[in-house]
């Protein structure tokens, strides 16, 4: 009697909170409940919170680490959320139904079982709502893993049509590289050309000029052979017999003056060759000239279109980088939202695991009726409401 009494006033010094107990109180309140345990149960003393070997979790080593756009990262998860959903659920069904069997297996009549019953009732409330708090947090997991593949698929079609478009890009540039050259080109040709038709001008203009003058020097040529002949015909009129000799200068100066003229005349016609030869060499310059400035317009034209059009795929490709970035720091945070989720679920695994072991250690240490089942009972409890308001927070 004396130690069930012990037992149950360590029992209400532990049920208060936390916050009001001194530490020299549950030193006391400690080692009074070990003599009395050890006292009821007449076997030697192992602690409670010491577990076994068997129930002690060995963390594997962790994986090579996978890309988060890669499907196997996805199926990865899946299958890792699935395994620990059945583990969460096996737990917390066994622990539930052993919670609740060794509580209908106290309910029975015994002294001061009103009170024990309350805070039993109070312990299987904050038992729900922590079981309530993991389903939520699963829930969220669930939900921060699809959010982030929706992410990683967004963001892999951005990158590939930033891909797309950079590469349209360098071959708009290619292009735009080439164009320049044949412009560049053919304005050379054509400011060859204009060296040329420049200088076939004042070549024509210099044939003119001669072609004048051969013309004037042929008027006075004629001219003078009319004098010469009118002068020959009063010669001959006035002195036939006397003249001879006179006749004989005139008529030599007028061979020496239509040799003269022969030559002029050959000349001329060469200068009238090459004159048409010039000229058709100026028009086909000048249709040359005129194709070169065609071409030349065409180019300019369509250098500033395909000028447009880089300034437009410059555009969307700096509205593209600018998405990808804002996608990036969205998926960057739901990683890190969903590495917390993960760490709250493992938090929440390690500590069912850890109710679990010891609900078991309570199972072998509950045979001896008395304050010790009670005490063991009670401590369970409040480890199971701390692994709960953990999970919460």
């Known amino acids: 009697m004396l130690s069930q009494g012990r037992t149950r006033s360590s029992l209400r010094i532990l049920l208060r909170p936390r916050a009001s107990l001194p530490t020299s109180t549950v030193a006391c309140t400690s080692t009074r409940l070990r003599s009395s345990v050890w006292r009821t149960n007449g076997m030697n003393w192992q602690p409670l919170t ?96 699809t959010r982030v593949t929706e992410l990683t698929t967004i963001n892999v079609n951005i990158a590939a049509a930033k891909n797309k478009l950079e590469s349209e890009l360098s071959a708009l540039q290619s292009d735009y590289d080439e164009l320049h050259k044949e412009l560049r080109v053919v304005d050379e040709r054509c400011q060859r050309t204009l060296v040329e038709l420049k200088s076939t001008k004042d070549l024509l203009v210099e044939e003119q000029e001669r072609y004048i003058k051969v013309e004037s020097i042929k008027k006075s040529l004629e001219v003078e052979v009319r004098n010469l002949q009118v002068r020959l015909e009063e010669v001959e009129a006035n002195a036939l017999a006397g003249g001879k000799r006179v006749i004989a200068k005139l008529e030599a100066r007028i061979r020496d003056v239509e040799i003269e003229f022969e030559e002029e005349k050959k000349r001329h016609a060469e200068t009238q060759k090459i004159l048409r030869k010039k000229e058709h060499r100026v028009k086909e310059l000048l249709v040359q000239s005129e194709e070169d400035h065609k071409t030349v317009t065409m180019l300019n034209d369509s250098v500033e279109k395909l000028n447009e059009k880089v300034k437009v795929y410059k555009r969307q490709l700096n509205e593209q980088e600018g998405m990808s970035q804002q996608n990036l720091t969205r998926v960057r945070r739901f990683q890190r939202e969903l590495e917390a989720a993960e760490d709250r679920a493992d938090s929440a695994e390690s500590n069912l695991s850890l109710i679990r072991a010891k609900h078991r250690s309570w199972v072998t240490t509950s045979q001896v009726p008395g304050g010790a089942e009670l005490f063991s009972l009670k401590f369970e409890l409040i480890e199971m409401c701390d692994a709960g308001i953990r999970v919460d927070n």
């Open 50 to 145: 010491r577990r076994p070997r068997r129930f002690v979790a060995k963390r594997k080593p962790s994986a090579s680490v996978l890309p988060l756009n890669s499907p196997r990262f996805a199926t990865s998860t899946r299958g890792v959320c699935r395994s620990k959903k059945r583990s969460w659920r096996h737990c917390a069904s066994s622990s539930s139904w052993r919670l609740s069997s060794s509580i209908c297996a106290l309910l029975k009549p015994r002294p001061s079982s009103r009170r024990l019953q309350a805070e039993l009732d109070e312990q299987r409330v904050a038992l729900e709502s922590a079981l309530r708090s993991k389903r939520v947090a699963e829930q969220s997991l669930e939900e921060s893993q």
